[in-house]
């Protein structure tokens, strides 16, 4: 079904529907509550849930769908990397600084309120404080949040800090490249390129980890941020391969990565009550197929980019899968998608105003092709 209605509405139709089915140890949700977005890195569609993808990462080619609904035209927005997380995070487009990573960790230099838009106009990696992220917006609702960053911290002469770690301003950044001991990237924190976030220094500290947290984290409902951002290292992100540790890495990194999280995050009462796992990519492989800079929704160029895809419109398509007790088991959804697509569709389930492009006019959120489990239905 490819037209939707709203978010919204959906929920709201959906609560006063029947019975609702216990979702949790004695509890009743209807619809998710807390969300895990599990990022990997730099995958095309065709690679990793096209034919034949599953000889080399089975468990995210066959086993993940199987759990929920993939979402075969979800799409990335840019290329290449550090444009794509904070599209999830805060809905900025691309700048020439983000789109080509931020080697040098550069204050903003442009406008530093946001347009109608919701738009900044400049260059730069640290957006002024004006410009929020979802972050911002669950903690100023009171809701708990939390990104879980693999390896950070490992190496301080090398990331800085234990949390919250980033280089110093207009500073190189020294996580560009793996080491045999930390992994850790900054371009894949995006809470880390927003002063809204890094200059409250004994905030971001509480609220940016490394991923072990998350272990003692999902025991109890009471402790499980509502909203999680997951960022595994270089090598189990798929990002490299050949790993400076010597592991593996790509493909069979991010099949080993999810095998281990995927579970132990299901099997968490949060998850368990009104749980949501996004797991998706950056962004696509920047090679020649016009597939792989392709985008989707009628994106917007913003102000700072010719083209967000570098040599095309967008950044790739990449796919999405989600779980969740609201969503049927091996569905498949073919309603195009992309970063902001799911930054909306989040800031819908907890009732948040759009940021930067998530509030683009006629950009549809996750509808009843996603959520097709929604009690009363």
């Known amino acids: 079904m490819k037209a939707l209605l709203p978010l919204l509405l959906i929920l709201g139709l959906a609560a006063c529907g029947g019975s609702e089915p216990a979702t949790g140890a004695g509890s009743k949700a209807s619809k998710p509550g ?3 977005i599990i990022v990997l890195e730099n995958k095309s569609y065709a690679d990793t849930f096209g034919a034949g993808a599953d000889s080399a990462a089975p468990y995210l080619a066959s086993e993940l769908p199987k759990l929920g609904v993939l979402l075969s035209q979800y799409h990335g927005t840019g290329h290449v990397s550090l444009d794509n997380y904070i599209s999830m995070v805060g809905g ?10 931020c080697l040098a960790y550069l204050d903003w230099v442009g406008t530093t309120t946001p347009d109608a838009n919701g738009q900044v106009t400049g260059f730069g990696c640290v957006y002024p404080p004006a410009i929020k992220t979802i972050a911002n917006q669950l903690q100023d609702k009171g809701l708990s949040w939390k990104g879980y960053m693999q390896d950070m911290g490992f190496d301080l002469a090398r990331d800085g800090s234990a949390t919250c770690s980033h280089p110093k301003l207009n ?21 880390m390129y927003f002063h809204s976030i890094i200059d409250d220094q004994a905030n971001c500290d509480a609220h940016v980890v490394e991923l072990a947290a998350l272990k003692a984290d999902l025991l109890k409902e009471a402790t499980t941020p509502r909203y999680a ?10 990002h490299d391969s050949g790993c400076a540790n ?29 749980g949501l796992i996004l797991v998706t990519f950056d962004e696509a492989n920047l090679g020649a197929n016009t597939e792989d800079a392709a985008a989707c929704c009628n994106e917007p160029r913003g102000p700072n980019s010719v083209l967000p895809g570098l040599f095309g419109p967008g950044g790739g398509r990449i796919g999405a899968v989600l779980i969740s007790p609201f969503i049927k088991p091996g569905t498949l959804s073919e309603v195009p998608y ?17 940021l930067g492009h998530a509030g683009q006019a006629g950009l549809a959120p996750f509808g009843t092709d996603v959520y097709s489990n929604l009690p009363g239905a």
Not at 92 to 101: G, L, R
Not at 248 to 267: S, T
């Open 338 to 354: 992309n970063h902001y697509s799911m930054l909306k569709s989040i800031e819908d389930l907890f009732g948040l105003p759009y």
């Open 34 to 36: 807390h969300v895990f």
């Open 229 to 238: 951002f997951i960022t595994p290292n270089l090598c189990a992100d798929g």
């Open 171 to 191: 500073a190189q950044d020294g996580t560009q490249s793996a080491t045999a001991s930390d992994q850790y990237a900054t371009r894949h924190n995006p809470f």
């Open 92 to 101: 900025q487009s691309p700048n020439t600084a983000t789109a080509t990573d």
């Open 246 to 274: 010597g592991d593996p890495g790509g493909l069979v990194g991010i099949d080993d990565f999810l095998k281990e999280w995927v579970p132990r995050i299901m099997a968490s009462p949060a998850y368990q009550k009104d």
